[in-house]
Every structure is written in C-alpha cells, then in structure tokens.
C-alpha cells in the first residue's frame, strides 16, 4: 500500500467534483481530505504509486495539487 499525502485547492463545494475523479480510479483503496488544515490536505491510500497520475489529473480539472513530502 502506498499512501500520499497532497496540497490542494480543493474547497468543501468542490468535494463532489473531487469525489467523481477519485472513486473511478481502480487504484485507490482510499481517500479523505482535511479542509480545516490550512493546506486542504487531500491523503490518498493506493494499491500502487500514482502520485504523478492524481497531480494530472486533479490539475486538469482545475484544482492545484502538490504532493507533500515527509
């Protein structure tokens, strides 16, 4: 399991849009976001790494994503 960790511009009305891209990609076995943090932390548990694959994919919808490193 691979967990990753991302800076987001998503807001709390956004959730749907994020949620509609996240639960159709077969390789995440789970995901949350914290909006209270002051970085909307988007935390992704996956089967593999695809941290590359969620940056362009939320980017091109029109959110910013930035991959947070320990």
């Known amino acids: 399991m691979v967990i990753s960790v991302f800076k987001t511009s998503v807001s709390e009305e956004e959730l749907v ?3 509609s891209v996240l639960d159709n990609i077969d390789a995440i076995l789970n995901w949350n976001t ?9 935390r992704i548990e996956s089967k593999t790494m695809i941290t590359d ?3 362009n994919m939320l980017n091109g919808i029109g959110f ?7």
């Open 64 to 70: 910013y994503v930035e991959e947070l490193n320990d």
């Open 17 to 19: 849009k994020l949620s």
């Open 34 to 42: 914290d909006l209270e943090d002051c970085d909307n932390i988007l």
């Open 53 to 55: 694959k969620i940056i």
